[in-house]
């Protein structure tokens, strides 16, 4: 090859090498995550308001994960299993296995923040006492590093019916009802 070829190439290569370089040292987004959780719950067969019916207290245990679909949407699935710590009868009664797929979206606060805001909505079926919910909450991932971070969560589980006994007052019952904090680690 030409002397003049060589130079042009070298050239070009220098030119090139910072750019290729930055293009490296970008970080990509992470498309997809797992997460495991413990978390606290508290249940009611009443209105909305908690009035009337029996309560409980869970504990929350699970395994789960998430994939960006498109931009800060996010599409997850979890399991998990609820025992009813405060609970009296049969171990059937008050042991749970719930399979939960859920959308979710996140509000990412900076490109730098740590912090990562999300909300999320699904459907459950929990399984061992063939019931099916909806489920809404929402939380924030707090990444303490690049793989790694602790997320807390604050998530309703809810059926809703209209009262045969009250159908006159139109009053909504839901049966059950339950709140779940959860506070777990997301690894990424």
């Not at 030409?2 to 042009?8: E, I, L, Y």
């Not at 606060?109 to 909450?137: H, I």
Request: glycine share 12%.
């Amino acid at each position: 090859m030409d002397v003049a070829v060589h130079k042009s190439v070298l050239a070009v290569a220098l030119m090139l090498s910072p750019m290729v370089a930055a293009a490296q040292n970008q970080e990509r987004p992470f498309r997809s995550y797992g997460f495991g959780f413990a978390g606290f719950s508290s249940w009611n067969y009443g209105t909305l308001l908690f009035s009337g019916g029996s309560s409980g207290t869970d504990l929350h245990l699970g395994l789960g994960g998430e994939a960006r679909v498109t931009g800060n949407l996010g599409l997850g699935a979890e399991i998990g299993f609820f025992h009813c710590t405060k609970c009296y009868g049969p171990a059937s009664e008050y042991n749970h296995n719930v399979l939960s797929v859920n959308g979710s979206y996140h509000f990412p606060l900076s490109r730098d923040s740590k912090f990562l805001p999300f909300v999320s909505a699904g459907y459950s079926v929990w399984w061992s006492q063939r019931v099916k919910m909806f489920n809404a909450g929402g939380g924030v991932d707090y990444w303490f590093h690049r793989h790694a971070g602790i997320r807390f969560e604050l998530r309703e589980y809810f059926a809703g019916k209209r009262d045969s006994a009250a159908p006159q007052t139109g009053v909504l019952r839901i049966s059950p009802r339950l709140s779940d904090f959860r506070f777990g680690v997301t690894l990424r």
